[in-house]
């Protein structure tokens, strides 16, 4: 609220925020903001946004109305898109589960698929870390390389999956002709999910 006094001065009675709160629908899941903690602002300041066209900060989805995951970030940019989960310690990485981090990378790929993007990422920062690991198949980072990294993105469409592997196993059978095929079928493939 503004109010005037009589020299025309302008006076802020109450302050107003004006929350705008999102929701993605990703079928069966639902993309819903949670608040943030305030331990997440060295993570925030070190987030490389370059790439991107738009960053949603602590996302919780649901599916059934039930929590299954949350990210503490969702970065997107046309055609792919990344998850990160941010650990504040060593210590609190070291309670996360490699079966968790590989079930946040699942619905990290069945979500993006869910949403149309091609490509996905899901990557663990981690502040304390001295250096890059893998935990459950995923990259973790320390939290200091986050400002320079570039995502490596993987498809989020597992018969594209398939057959980047077929395609690379039978290359390196030398099966030639039978590679020139597959490579035919993908690119049909890719010109349909476009």
Known sequence: MQSTNAAGKVH????????????????????????????????RLH?????????????????????????????????SIMFVEYKDSVAAYKDLSSRRVQQMNSFAKNISRGLGYKNFAFIVVVKGLEEGTNKGGVEVLPLFELGNYQPIFVSSITELEYLNKMIA??????????????????????????
Do not use: H
Request: proline residues 3%; charged residues 35%.
């Open 12 to 43: 802020l009675s109450e302050k107003r925020i004006d929350l705008i709160m999102i929701e993605l629908s990703s079928d069966p899941y639902v993309l819903k903001p949670r608040n943030t903690p305030m331990t997440e602002a060295d993570f």
């Open 47 to 79: 987030l490389n946004i370059s790439w991107c066209r738009g960053v949603l900060f602590n996302v919780v989805a649901l599916k059934n109305a039930i929590a299954v995951v949350e990210y503490d970030a969702l970065l997107w940019s046309d055609d």
């Open 169 to 194: 196993k039978y290359t390196r059978e030398g099966k030639d002709d039978f590679v020139k095929e597959l490579d035919k079928l993908k690119k049909i493939f890719e010109m349909e999910q476009t």
